[in-house]
């Protein structure tokens, strides 16, 4: 009796796995059948975009960059150079060094001859660790402003980073980006086109490993050399390019990349900042204005993502660095969505409380989790005999086959829409990667994100921990920000 | 059941190929389609540049003579050129545009049911600066799309025509308007002919549309009227508007500013105006703003002092000088070397320290 009981849970079980997979495939296409009308429009714009009249515009809105640094000694003075020399009428650079225990400010010092200044630096949002000093360069003293304080972690860096913007925009960058020259302007172009309304621009974050750069430019574009990080770059199309543009069309964007992202100053200064306390910053500040702008305008805002042109970042190229990152992200997703749970399914959120972070709970929290269980629950049925081999082989298939061609979709999109890659060597690894994804990827990373959500609910201080970069073009040795609980 | 599950692999891995076949053909087509075009447009391209090269003067009847497909090929680059060219070539290559048909089809693509070909309608005739497009491009204005009204304004900023001034205001004075800064932008490219009908707009009920005008009135160095603008600062009823009308005082740079703007000063007014009150003190340039800046250097709100610390910065010597007072006044009186500076000399330390870089730059690149 007990044994038939137990039999028909996992029949049912695997069966209910079975139509979560469904859903969850059936969900990124839609998502991607929005981003692709999205790419339509924008490319049959772009003739009438009017990008060189915005940069030629007196009135062109300036923007203040935020670079928060850590240990990034090696690669900072050609990050700075690019992003002093991006196609944008009037901009700063505040390049924050966050305690680095390596040269990082040096190069800066030697390179850019700074000098100090006794900047008086506001709290208009509030930050814990001590600025010991600011300085500008010598040569540019509006445009590039370098400062130094103590080891507070990456949200802190860009509070005092948000502290001494002068410019009604800002745009977070991480310091191992790579902008493409016009990046700027097309992120802050939305702000001119609807100055009242859009409150936050995410831009579109690409893979540089194996990329070509040359002076700071990414100029010419290649797929990796390792197949994981290959991997990688079709996550990324699936998830970020086309994803967060679905749900930019969709009006449920809630998560802007730390990487690359501009926000109004006066906005972020009204909800306080960046907190802190949650590793996954960047989206946590998204989902925060989207409470206090439902509040207090509901719903006249925009919170948009452009999907050309990109910032250029380097992917975690070892199991060991992943494994951290997937962890870290989960656990960001876990720490928001606990954080802002009373926004779930709270009509008085809209579209973002009813649809977006409802989304993210059963489709982005929960897919490790079941997707663990699938692969520990349908060897199970198996034995007990609650489920035969015709079945669990055809589970099997159609759902990783269903993953496979939501992959090979996202690739048909990027081939029409943006043709990044335009070698066919680059364009078949694309497609092997697609079909390698299922063979081992999603299985570890489903048990490092479901540790990562653990972590989240043991509360244990997160440690960010450091990344060996390869570097652009050369080996390049740096740590990757050091964020909460670092001591 | 099973069969369920068989026949859904076998349309998934059917779906699967086909998706893989697609990203070839698109890729196959895309290249055959660039080869044809990089083809076509060459010899297009090279008379483009070589027209350019001559100022306009020669090469006209050859470009007019192109065969269409060819054209077709070419026009995204001589569209480029268009918006880049000034003077002689400028006018050669819009004639040679003229003389191909390019406005007539463009006016005609004005009533196109696709917002896409109204838009791009628009812009040609934006960059062809053609005059007598101006009511229909006025006309889009109201259109239901607004990425078209986007690029109809753009296009009459393009042209210049002052005539444009009140349907560009008007189009602010919508549900959904067309961006402010763009109107802005527009409103000053019709020139200083337009300064009667942008003063006369200070009094319109739509707080948008007050502030637009502000902000194109400074852009145009529109001196004569002050007054009004001043009226703005004084009474509005919204601090974006009055904020709006101090910038404005500041670019103007006319005595008749200071009164007002130190009015705006008043401790019991909103923290936004009285830091873009001291900001425009600054811009404006006359000394006599001084000691109102000095006094505001200790204010508790950090964009006022912030403001007029770098007010008194630009105000050249004078407001040197009062910085240096306010932080050798602070030094001799410090208890000790550890002891911080008070608000006043913080900022005025601050300043003191950028005009300083500043000088040191303008010396360098003197040199």
Redesign the interface.
């Known amino acids: 009796m007990i044994e038939e009981l137990v039999r028909d849970a996992l029949r049912w079980t695997d069966l209910a796995i079975f139509v979560y997979f469904l859903a969850l495939n059936s969900s990124y296409l839609v998502l991607m059948a929005m981003a692709g009308l999205e790419f339509g429009k924008h490319l049959?714009?772009i003739?009438?975009a009017?990008s060189?009249?915005m940069f030629r515009?007196?009135?062109?809105?300036p923007v203040s960059v935020i670079v928060p640094a850590y240990n990034e000694g090696a690669s900072i003075v050609a990050v700075v150079q690019a992003m002093t020399a991006l196609r944008y009428p009037r901009y700063e650079v505040v390049v924050v060094d966050d305690g680095s225990s390596d040269d990082t400010f040096e190069q800066l010092r030697k390179h850019f001859d700074l000098?100090?200044?006794?900047?008086?630096v506001?709290a208009?949002v509030p930050y814990r660790s001590q600025v010991l000093s600011v300085h500008?360069a010598?040569?540019?003293?509006?445009t590039l402003t370098v400062v130094r304080k103590t080891n507070g972690g990456k949200a802190d860096a860009l509070n005092v980073g948000i502290n001494l913007s002068r410019h009604p925009l800002v745009c977070m960058v991480d310091a191992d980006s790579v902008l493409d020259p016009d990046a700027l302007l097309s992120v802050a172009k939305p702000f001119?086109?609807?100055?009242?309304r859009v409150a936050a621009c995410g831009g579109v974050v690409r893979i540089a490993n194996g990329c070509k750069v040359v002076g700071g430019r990414v100029v010419d574009v290649r797929m990796p050399r390792q197949w994981l990080v290959r991997i990688q770059v079709v996550e990324y199309l699936r998830a970020f390019l086309m994803g967060r543009t679905g749900w930019s069309r969709l009006g449920g964007l809630v998560v802007i990349s730390g990487a690359f992202g501009v926000f109004r100053r006066d906005l972020v200064v009204e909800v306080g900042g960046m907190d802190p306390e949650t590793i996954g910053e960047d989206a946590e500040l998204v989902v925060r204005l989207h409470h206090h702008l439902r509040r207090t305008r509901r719903s006249d805002y925009r919170v948009i993502f452009v999907a050309e042109p990109v910032s250029w970042s380097e992917a975690p190229a070892s199991l060991r660095v992943l494994g951290r990152q997937r962890r870290r992200w989960h656990r960001g997703i876990a720490e928001i969505l606990g954080k802002h749970r009373r926004m779930i399914f709270n009509p008085r959120y809209g579209r973002i409380g009813l649809v977006a972070l409802p989304y993210y709970v059963l489709f982005e929290l929960l897919a490790p989790v079941v997707e663990l269980a699938a692969i520990v629950l349908l060897p199970l049925g198996l034995w007990v005999g609650a489920v035969d081999v015709?079945?669990a082989w055809?589970?099997v298939?159609?759902a990783y086959?269903?993953g496979?061609?939501v992959s090979?979709?996202s690739?048909?999109i990027e081939?029409?829409s943006f043709?990044r890659y335009p070698r066919?060597s680059d364009?078949a690894r694309g497609?092997v990667a697609a079909v390698l994804e299922n063979f081992g990827y999603r299985q570890i990373l489903a048990v490092w994100q479901v540790a990562g959500v653990l972590g989240a609910v043991r509360g244990r201080k997160a440690v960010w921990g450091a990344m060996q970069r390869q570097g652009f073009g050369g080996e390049v040795d740096s740590t990757e920000m050091v964020g909460v609980g670092r001591s | 059941?099973?069969w369920v599950?068989?026949v859904?692999?076998a349309v998934?891995?059917g779906?699967?190929a086909v998706?893989?076949l697609?990203?070839v053909t698109?890729?196959l087509v895309?290249r055959r389609r660039q080869r044809r075009t990089a083809r076509l447009a060459a010899q297009p391209r090279r008379a483009l540049l070589a027209f350019v090269a001559e100022n306009g003067e020669e090469g006209g009847d050859e470009l007019v003579a192109v065969p269409e497909d060819a054209w077709r090929a070419a026009e995204?680059h001589a569209?480029a050129l268009l918006?880049k060219l000034r003077g002689e070539a400028h006018l050669g290559l819009v004639s040679v545009f003229l003389r191909r048909g390019a406005a007539r089809t463009a006016l005609g693509q004005l009533s196109s049911r696709s917002p896409?070909r109204r838009?791009?309608a628009?812009?040609v005739l934006g960059d062809l600066e053609l005059r007598r497009a101006v009511p229909e491009l006025c006309r889009l204005l109201t259109d239901r799309h607004a990425?078209v009204r986007?690029?109809a304004v753009?296009a009459l900023g393009r042209i210049g025509d002052p005539a444009a001034a009140w349907r560009i205001i008007a189009a602010l004075d919508r549900p959904d308007p067309v961006?402010?800064?763009?109107a802005?932008?527009t409103l000053v490219q019709l020139g200083p002919e337009a300064e009667v009908t942008l003063s006369a707009a200070l009094d319109h009920p739509q707080a948008r549309v007050r502030a637009v005008c502000l902000?194109a009135l400074g852009?145009l160095g529109a001196a004569g009227s002050v007054h009004r603008i001043a009226r703005v600062l004084r009474d509005d009823a919204y601090l974006d508007v009055r904020v709006a009308a101090a910038n404005t005082l500041g670019k103007l740079g006319t005595r008749s500013a200071l009164e007002p703007l130190t009015q705006a000063l008043r401790g019991s007014r909103p923290a936004a105006l009285r830091a873009a009150a001291a900001r425009a003190l600054g811009d404006l340039g006359a000394p006599a703003a001084v000691p109102t800046l000095r006094d505001l250097l200790g204010d508790e709100v950090?964009?006022v002092a912030?403001e007029a610390a770098h007010a008194l910065r630009r105000l050249g010597p004078a407001g040197l000088e009062a910085l240096r007072e306010v932080v050798e006044v602070e030094t001799g009186t410090r208890s000790g070397a550890h002891a911080g500076f008070s608000?006043a000399a913080?900022?005025a330390?601050?300043a003191l320290?950028?005009a300083e870089?500043?000088q040191?730059?303008r010396v360098?690149a003197a040199a």
């Open positions: 049959r714009r003739p009438f009017g060189d009249d515009s007196p009135l062109t809105l000098v100090p200044v006794p900047r008086v506001p208009e500008v010598r040569d540019n003293p509006q001119g086109d609807d100055p009242l015709a079945f055809r589970f298939l159609v086959g269903y496979l061609l090979l979709v690739l048909f081939e029409v043709h066919w364009m497609v | 059941m099973l599950f068989t859904v692999i998934l891995a779906i699967v998706t893989a697609a990203i698109v890729r895309r995204p569209l918006g896409v838009a791009r628009a812009q990425e986007v690029v753009r961006p402010s800064l763009l802005t932008h902000d852009l950090f964009q912030h608000t913080s900022h330390r601050e320290a950028l870089v500043l040191g730059e360098g």
